[in-house]
């Protein structure tokens, strides 16, 4: 067991233990949406973000020990416990309309449980912008078509990053495969026309670190709408249940290791997404999305984003054999071919003879 002085936090990480760095327990989130823990069977806030006075108009102080109908209406309350006692994973997001001092504020609310509580995140919606299911099957529909019918790997990477940029408007999107020693390389790439490409290049093991990856196996969508936010810490800073640092594993407002975020900004990069891709259980890639000013992506547009690459990682097993399949009939015909000119080759130096 670790003593203190092993466990790295935001506060103690550098580039020599970032190996160690405990990310998924930074303490605090990103400052675009707010977080509520909840404590079962009666739903009473227990910790929350520091920024709900921002968001919902009360100090957060006066949220604790509050059930969580002094911010929902009994219906909404009922759709809450219907997400938690069916499959949340597929039910998120929730509309919930938050009852905000003497307004209501729309919201896209996404719930789940881990570390013995209830963990409620709540990002404003616009009604404008709100995506249901009809909308998701438009967005979907056609350009799943397309990725089922790709030739080969190539193909499909090269159409799964045209279809995200072309969703989100990232400047840069890439599919970023990882190589059996675990360090990168870029294999396709859709861009800015004014941008560099990176297109073929590789990066070593320690681009991205063991905890970082470990996480990436668990939570398949990031977001970072801007690198330069100001972290949003937890009240209280421990999860009262446990009494220790709350897990955020499978937080959407998770707060970023200060490494990543200087990597990024070694890069020039402001927003940026992440999408992962998995093979058999293991992570096999990732879809990286880039931005040089803030960017924001609605959670619909995130959970069509995360479609795609689950449809992706579906097809990246049948695409890898399908392209070994057709490499092995190349080099067989190489290979007779090469047996043919032998041959001949006998048989002229037969006949100069």
């Not at 990310?23 to 404590?39: F, M, N, T």
């Not at 009852?99 to 896209?108: S, V």
């Not at 249901?132 to 397309?146: A, E, G, S, V």
Request: with cysteine.
């Amino acid at each position: 067991m670790n003593s203190k002085e092993d466990i790295i936090t935001t506060e103690t990480v550098n580039l020599t233990n970032c190996d160690r760095e405990q990310i998924h327990i930074p303490g605090s989130i990103q400052p675009h949406g707010v977080l509520l823990v909840l404590q079962e069977p009666e739903l009473k806030i227990i910790q929350v973000s520091s920024n709900t006075e921002t968001w919902l108009n009360i100090n957060p102080e006066n949220l604790l020990q509050q059930n969580i109908s002094s911010l929902l209406s009994p219906h909404q309350i009922d759709s809450l416990r219907n997400n938690l006692a069916g499959d949340f994973e597929y039910l998120n997001p929730l509309q919930l309309e938050i009852k905000c001092g003497d307004k209501t504020r729309l919201f896209n609310s996404i719930v789940h449980r881990n570390d013995g509580v209830v963990i409620l995140e709540l990002e404003p919606c616009k009604v404008e912008l709100y995506q249901d299911f009809f909308r998701f099957f438009q967005l979907t529909r056609n350009n799943i078509t397309q990725i089922q019918k790709s030739a080969n790997l190539q193909e499909l990477c090269s159409i799964v990053v045209k279809k995200i940029s072309e969703l989100t408007g990232f400047d840069r999107v890439m599919i970023y495969k990882f190589h059996p020693d675990n360090s990168g390389e870029v294999i396709a790439e859709e861009i800015r026309e004014d941008l560099e490409s990176y297109l073929g290049l590789h990066y070593p093991a320690t681009d991205i670190p063991q905890p970082a990856r470990r996480l990436y196996s668990k939570n398949y969508l990031r977001i970072i709408p801007d690198i330069n936010y100001q972290p949003v810490e937890l009240f209280p800073k421990n999860n009262p249940v446990t009494n220790k640092p709350l897990d955020l594993s499978f937080s959407v407002l998770r707060s970023v290791s200060p490494i990543h975020i200087e990597y990024l900004q070694n890069m020039g990069v402001i927003g940026s997404m992440s999408i992962s891709l998995v093979k058999e259980g293991k992570l096999w890639g990732l879809i990286a999305c880039h931005h040089k000013s803030i960017k924001y992506i609605p959670y619909d547009k995130r959970v069509v984003c995360e479609f795609f690459g689950q449809i992706m990682s579906i097809q990246i097993p049948i695409m890898e054999q399908n392209d070994s399949l057709n490499y092995k009939a190349v080099l067989t015909s190489v290979q007779s071919e090469v047996i043919k000119i032998i041959y001949e080759s006998e048989d002229l130096l037969r006949d100069c003879l």
